[in-house]
């Protein structure tokens, strides 16, 4: 397959279809709206099912409903319509139900505005609704890397029975650039679901999905097995890219659209003679932790810089991974403001030269 | 000795957790009989709302799946538009759960013409959290967040469902039933039946409104409520058909 120029939400849409998701019940919100747009013309081609909910609330449940029954399926939303998905997906995560659930993250809070933003951060990583869980979230930088992870994301979903948050904003949602769709192994399609509310069909008993459980021994029992999988999932499933780091004496962590404009910002630096790197997460639950932990006492950092499109969320993992080993600064915008290769470098430089006039 | 009664297989064989004189128990034989009588166990699956009744899938001898609370309409859009056409998706919702949280769910289910029965157990009260004020409780009636009795002026007037919901093009069948004496309950198992019947025809969006009792939470013995869905409820909630006619014309 060669290369297409497509825009990111539709580049989600697509590779959703090609991990096999032929379910999409949506809710227009920008600046996530082409992704629905797309669902809507492309799922009816390849025999699949596209549905637009009355509100974001219901879709998540269609999607409740569409997961009970064993299928792939997928919702979308932007921050303001993600809230109102909530309380949905800890009932997924409760009922060990597998689906992805996407949001393309705008300026915050309230209904703020439809610029991009990472003020979702500690929503979507730290569970989000009510009750003890969380949802692996992946976070790709570049429309290639939606496609490589928005087939993973499923993959995650089935092999945990988990939501998982595929995670983006609007640079991401609405940027064009050209990609490549691969075909999606075998393996990836071969999760039996025998859990699945199909009608019994001459099949066993009758089957229930739930995430009541009125006795509080039995919930806790049931909720250790929750925390065990998560164990399982911070073991296996934590993804992180270094840039330049082999000789770094300091690091800029970053992820998202951000970490793009970083590593122009850590080119630049290098030019100037600056030893900087970037460590980008790309899943941000579970957290790349103890590589960031690893990496700072093997290079023996000087300083750390988490730069977000946020007033400071994913600092605070990045502090509690470090534990105080490496001094962590922090460099933000928000309220849709991107920051730029300029801005950054400044924040670079003073790493090294302190507060500069 | 020849057997003239049995359990209905349509329920599975244990003690229900509903009070004494509470109707939930007669409502699930009748979808239990139903659903056996269609031989459609094996092809069914169920959604359990929140309220008295979330534990149904304790009780319905089929596939179930359990809601967050007034979702059940959206989770059985879900189960029905993946899975083959054969197979027949209900909720069993209450009063609180379809009327007021679940309202917009239920609109737009019936406003799409959603293929699903709907079982609403209207019993003029939030049950399980303690005898609340539903949006159906009646004007004058006592509950624990309306303990002067409810009135216009502060808390409005109970929403007609039913009424509503045959407003709407997308919606079959919807029909009103009671279960306060015998032949009100061979007629709400009637209704019932063609509810499903409906839906194994392609008719679309079928409900079934069926009034019921609360003893506990309306501070009655099982008689005295039974009389009370009589001569209360059913003047404010009149019984029969609202909606008969499918858009989808008589099914394939």
């Known amino acids: 397959m060669g290369k297409v120029l497509m825009k990111g939400n539709e580049v989600i849409g697509e590779s959703a279809i090609k991990a096999g998701c032929h379910y999409f019940f949506g809710y227009p919100i920008t600046p996530q709206s082409e ?119 499923f993959r995650i979903a089935d092999q945990y029975r988990t939501p998982v948050i595929l995670l983006g904003d609007g640079v991401l949602g609405q ?183 | 000795m020849k057997a003239v009664f049995e359990r209905t297989s349509g329920l599975i064989d244990r003690e229900t957790h509903y009070c004494p004189g509470c109707t939930h128990g007669i409502i699930h034989r009748l979808v239990g009989e139903v659903l056996e009588e269609l031989d459609a166990l094996e092809q069914t699956v169920g959604v359990a709302s929140v309220g008295c009744s979330v534990l149904s899938y304790h009780y319905f001898n089929c596939d ?21 056409k054969e197979r027949l998706i209900f909720t069993y919702q209450g009063d609180g759960d379809l009327a007021s949280i679940g309202m917009g769910e239920i609109v737009h289910a019936a406003a799409r013409g959603e293929n699903i029965t709907v079982i609403f157990v209207n019993n003029a009260i939030y049950g399980m959290t303690g005898g609340q004020m539903a949006p159906t409780s009646l004007l004058g009636q006592k509950t624990a967040t309306t303990p002067e009795g409810r009135a216009a002026q502060t808390q409005g007037l109970p929403i007609r469902v039913s009424e509503m919901l045959a407003t709407l093009d997308g919606a079959s069948y919807i029909e009103r039933v009671s279960t306060h004496d015998v032949p009100h309950v061979i007629k709400a198992k009637k209704a019932i039946k063609k509810a499903f019947q409906n839906q194994k025809d392609e008719k679309g969006f079928s409900m079934v409104e069926i009034l019921s009792t609360c003893p506990t939470n309306w501070g009655l013995n099982p008689e005295e409520s039974m009389q009370w869905v009589k001569d209360e409820m059913v003047p404010y909630y009149p019984l029969g058909v609202y909606k008969d006619h499918s858009y989808k014309g008589d099914g394939v």
């Open chain 2, 64 to 84: 179930m799946t359990q809601a967050a609370h007034g979702r059940a309409p959206a989770v059985a859009t879900g189960l029905k538009r993946v899975l083959p």
């Open chain 1, 35 to 153: 992704l629905v747009a797309y669902m809507a013309k492309r799922l009816p081609e390849v025999g699949g099912l596209f549905l637009q909910a009355e509100s974001e609330v219901s879709a998540i449940n269609m999607v409740y409903g569409a997961a009970s029954a064993g299928v792939r399926v997928m919702t979308s939303s932007s921050s303001p319509g993600f809230s109102l998905k909530q309380e949905g997906i800890s009932f997924l995560a409760a009922a060990n139900l597998p689906a992805v659930i996407v949001n393309i993250a705008r300026g915050g809070p309230g209904l703020g505005n439809i610029q991009p933003a990472q003020s979702d951060y500690f929503q979507v990583t730290k569970g989000g609704g009510h009750g003890d869980y969380y949802t692996p979230v992946l976070a790709p930088s570049t429309l290639q890397e939606i496609v490589d992870l928005t087939q993973e994301a």
């Open chain 1, 175 to 357: 940027m064009m650039e050209p990609v490549e769709f691969k075909e999606t192994s075998e393996e990836m399609h071969l999760f039996e679901k025998d859990w699945a509310t199909t009608g019994t069909v001459g099949d066993g008993p009758p089957k229930t999905i739930t995430s009541l459980d009125l006795n509080d021994v039995s919930l806790e029992e049931r909720n250790r097995k929750l925390q065990e999988k998560y164990e399982t999932i911070k073991d296996q499933e934590v993804r992180v890219e270094s840039y330049k780091m082999d000789d770094a004496i300091y690091g800029i962590v970053a992820y998202g659209t951000v970490a793009r404009i970083v590593k122009s910002a850590v080119d630049r630096a290098r030019e100037a003679g600056m030893k900087v790197g970037l460590i980008r997460p790309i899943s941000l639950w579970p957290f790349p932790s103890s590589y960031i932990r690893k990496l700072s006492e093997q290079l023996q950092l000087n300083k750390l810089l988490t730069v977000e499109m946020s007033a400071g969320q994913m600092v605070e993992d990045v502090r509690l991974s470090v534990e105080g080993i490496v001094p962590v600064h922090f460099y933000g915008r928000n309220g849709g403001v991107i920051p730029t290769v300029d801005e950054i470098y400044q924040e670079i430089l003073k790493l090294k030269y302190g507060v500069m006039v």
